[in-house]
């Protein structure tokens, strides 16, 4: 079982930054591979970014290659997701996950724990 809880969201203009960190508590932190998604108003859940067990292989989605960086403290049970030049585009609720799995899937339906999301909004 792992409890999941993201923070650092909230209200910025485009072009900015911000900070997303997503605190787990639970037991072997380790031998998840850990991802953010996102959620806009009347649309699906999408994969933003993932990242292995150890952190040494990331995936990112096309739309954030270059702008986002997703990390991981195996020692703190927290993984971050650094968001930089921020669109209007980039507005929904960010969600953390975690999967029990060997490598990192796109699908939302793979992820075995969420946290409850957190708000970003990009003011144009």
């Known amino acids: 079982q792992v409890q999941l809880v993201e923070s650092g969201g909230g209200l910025v203009q485009a072009g900015g930054s911000l900070r997303l960190s997503c605190a787990a508590s639970g037991r072997a932190f380790s031998n998840y591979v850990m991802a953010w998604f996102r959620q806009a108003p009347g649309k699906e859940r999408e994969f933003v970014a993932g990242?292995?067990?150890?952190?040494?292989?990331?995936k990112y989605a096309d739309s954030v290659k270059g702008r986002f960086t997703i990390s991981r403290d195996n020692n703190v049970y927290t993984v971050a997701l650094q968001m930089n030049s921020l669109k209007p585009k980039d507005t929904a609720v960010y969600y953390c996950a975690a999967d029990n799995a060997y490598y990192t899937s796109q699908d939302p339906r793979q992820y075995d724990y969420w946290g409850q999301g957190t708000q970003v909004t990009v003011a144009s």
């Open positions: 990242l292995s067990r150890t952190g040494g292989r990331s």
